[in-house]
């Protein structure tokens, strides 16, 4: 199977309209079902597009923010009608409350692992593309700044690599030592910066950065294919917005927990969100089966 993502080879448009979507469909649908199918989807992509670092980001990271973020709801609201016991403090456990950490839990954990999905897939140039001419000065910023954090963590390495090879590391000595060592690493990185923005600066100045009538490079082209994609979003969307509106997604946690009856009306709106976030990977899972079929064929 191909390491590359097909997805991330979609106009940029799309990219950034479906990571819209599965985003705020995450953080507004509070149903137990479509949670669950969002932190699904989300780590399956995830796992795709990353590997075995999702698999380490998921179990490190993640596992412990959902146990914590489950914990705290409960012991801080005390809300619902079924009473499992009562605190040192004499304030009430109740299942709703737990049950609604839980649901809090899986939501963060989603939204999370889709925006790492979103940085993998919608690099700085997609989004200067998106935005450039809209918010010019905004998301050059926000291009540059996410640009930066990834050549940050990798020049540290470098200059730590280069310290601890003169004995000179911040795990090398007494912890006075070690205080200075870090001091002087934070101290190059700091002229490292300053001299990679002047580089940066000098460099825009002389390609016309902010001349007037100054064109732009694009290699990006709204094809027939990303029509089809489009028109398949903006049906998901407009669908799961219309299943909300009727209340076809509801649940209720507060005082008693309560959903919407199963009827196929309610289901279809469940299968369109799940298709909705399976979507990249249908996309992927297809190309992969035609680059395996043209491989067997030669």
């Known amino acids: 199977m191909r390491s590359t993502d097909t997805f991330s080879s979609f106009h ?6 479906y990571f819209a979507l599965v ?15 969002s932190l699904v989807s989300a780590l399956v992509y995830c796992f795709y597009l990353k590997g075995r670092k999702a698999l380490k ?8 923010m959902m146990v914590l973020a489950a914990l705290v709801n409960p012991a801080f609201n005390h809300e619902g009608a079924t009473i499992l016991t009562y605190l040192p403090s004499g304030n009430p456990l109740t299942l709703e409350s737990m049950i609604y950490g839980i649901a809090a839990a899986v939501m963060l954990a989603a939204v999370i692992a889709w925006f790492t999905c979103y940085n993998e897939v919608m690099t700085s140039d997609k989004f200067v593309y998106l935005f450039g001419r809209i918010i010019p000065a905004l998301s050059l910023v926000l291009s540059m700044t996410l640009r930066f954090v990834p050549k940050f963590k990798a020049q540290i390495k470098v200059v730590s690599n280069a310290q601890r090879c003169i004995g000179r590391d911040a795990s090398n000595g007494s912890l006075i030592q070690r205080l200075k060592n870090a001091v002087t690493i934070l101290s190059i990185m ?4 300053l001299e990679n923005a002047i580089e940066t600066a000098d460099s825009m100045r002389s390609r016309g950065y902010g001349l007037p009538g100054r064109s732009a490079f694009s290699i990006y082209r709204f094809d027939d294919r990303d029509k089809s994609a489009l028109w398949w979003l903006l049906f998901c969307g407009c669908y799961i917005i219309c299943g909300w509106w009727v209340g076809g ?17 309610s289901v279809s709106f469940l299968l369109v969100y799940l298709a909705l976030c399976l979507t990249p990977l249908f996309v992927d899972l297809k190309e992969d089966r035609k680059w395996k079929h043209s491989q067997s064929a030669i």
């Open 57 to 64: 980001f998921s179990l490190g990271v993640m596992l412990p």
């Open 190 to 193: 700091v002229t490292w910066s």
């Open 23 to 37: 985003l705020i469909f995450s953080m507004c649908l509070m149903h137990p079902v479509c949670l669950l199918i």
């Open 249 to 265: 997604l509801k649940f209720r946690y507060y005082p008693t927990m309560k959903g919407v009856k199963t009827t196929a009306f």
């Open 12 to 17: 940029p448009v799309i990219n950034f309209l």
